[in-house]
């Protein structure tokens, strides 16, 4: 069921198109600071209650990161594993145009989990404007060098949640390279985790794919992994390492979990069972609210979503503002450091969880924005 509040969803759209058999929804949740913003998700089971809880994320990521975005979300109903690229040009661009009167208006589309960089071309071609979607392809360009598509395959989410997570470890006074890390997903998010964070001297132990964990308390060599997992399709390939289940990593004696991969991951069947300390969430809704605070309760301290995979979002407003790769990165380290000490401080300066500091503080914008443009209607319909 979708709860409706003072702060939306201001529009929830259903599209279904006969011919193609492309069914779809759209929801707009608020778009008092700026068009929404978020990616079109297309999975087999996408529902529309699923992209309102995910627009209401994209609502307080926006505001928390501090860009002119509100929030707003899409998904398709498809397997993408299951249909030919043929098949999935023609739903992307049905999708596109049955929603074209909303977007980019409204709505600014993205990647999500089973869309790319090549739906962002036939999106945006579909609509007419490369200001209707982000995450484009590199060579898509209004000015070359400055004006062109920041493809997510460029990494910037993962390598936010990488920010945001040393940003964590120098909070609570540790050194990232005595830290171990499991990750679970190594799609677009979790493999620039496991790169990046390597990179800055932590240990990988475990990453895990739909196919199964692999696990190595040694750590894993990561460009091997990536190109293992390239060459056969799951990281359970790679060696040497022990295969345990998919679930299992969530109980592996690790300093750090990111979870990076598919929501509601963690829940009352496995929360009790875990061994890490810090949780960074990379990936959207990973548990609910009630489970990070069972963690809370227990020391485990969580950075939430809205806060750690900020990454993506922020790339996004630098594409949309015609920034080049470098320009992004830039914005997004800065960002994503300053918005988690923010975070931070201030949860530990009220005793709160970071979540419930992140909302504070998210919510507090949105409000004071939704009541500015309220008095700007106000005064025009009076002017008028
Ligand atoms: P993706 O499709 O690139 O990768 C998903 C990965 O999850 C794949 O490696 C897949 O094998 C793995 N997976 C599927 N089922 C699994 C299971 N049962 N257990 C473990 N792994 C499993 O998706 P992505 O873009 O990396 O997105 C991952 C998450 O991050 C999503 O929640 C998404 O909303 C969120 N997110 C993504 C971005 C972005 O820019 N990509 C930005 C913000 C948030």
């Known amino acids: 069921m979708i709860e409706w509040d003072e702060f939306g969803p201001e529009k929830v759209l259903e599209v279904y198109d006969p011919v193609m058999g492309m069914h779809g929804f759209l929801v707009i949740d608020n778009t008092a600071l700026g068009p929404g913003k978020g990616g079109i998700r297309m999975t087999s089971s996408v529902t529309v209650q699923e992209v309102f809880r995910l627009a209401r994320t994209m609502t307080w990521k926006n505001a928390l990161a501090k860009i002119p975005f509100g929030g707003a979300k899409s998904g ?67 000015k070359p060098g400055e004006e062109c598509g920041i493809p997510h395959e460029f990494g910037s989410t993962g390598f ?37 964070i390597s990179v800055l001297g932590a240990r990988v132990v475990a990453v895990s794919d739909r196919k ?12 091997t992994l990536i190109k293992r997992k390239e060459a056969t399709g799951s990281v359970t390939n790679y060696k040497p390492g022990t295969v345990l289940p998919t679930k299992e990593l969530f109980e592996l004696k690790v300093d750090i979990l990111i979870p990076a991969a598919l929501s509601d991951v963690i829940t009352s069947e496995n929360v009790n069972k875990i061994k890490a300390r810090l949780i960074v969430e990379g990936s959207n809704i990973p548990m609910t609210p009630n489970m990070e605070e ?38 997004v380290e800065r960002k994503i450091k300053n918005n988690t000490r923010t975070v931070l401080e201030h949860a530990r300066s009220k005793g709160i969880k970071p979540r419930d500091a992140a909302m504070e503080i998210a919510v507090e914008r949105v409000r004071k924005a939704t009541r500015l443009r309220r008095e700007t209607l106000e005064v025009a319909h009076v002017r008028g």
């Open 160 to 196: 936010g949640v990488v920010h945001s997570t040393a940003e964590t470890i120098s909070f609570l006074g540790l050194n990232i390279k005595d830290i171990t890390v499991a990750i679970e997903g190594f799609g677009n998010v979790g493999s620039f985790v496991a790169r990046h």
């Open 212 to 223: 199964g964990t692999v696990y190595n308390e040694a750590g894993l060599e990561i460009e």
């Open 294 to 331: 069972i963690l809370h309760k227990k020391g485990i301290l969580v950075v939430p979503d809205l806060v750690a995979n900020a990454g993506g979002v922020i790339s996004s407003y630098a594409e949309y503002r015609g920034y080049n790769p470098k320009k992004m990165f830039e914005m």
């Open 76 to 142: 398709i109903v498809a397997e993408p594993r299951e249909i030919t690229a043929e098949t999935r040009k023609a739903l992307i661009q049905s999708f596109a145009r049955a929603i074209k009167p909303l977007s980019p208006s409204l709505y600014i589309a993205g990647p999500d989990v089973g869309t790319g960089q090549e739906d962002m071309r036939w999106y945006a071609e579909a609509n007419g404007s490369l200001k209707s979607c982000t995450g484009k392809p590199a060579e898509m360009c209004v």
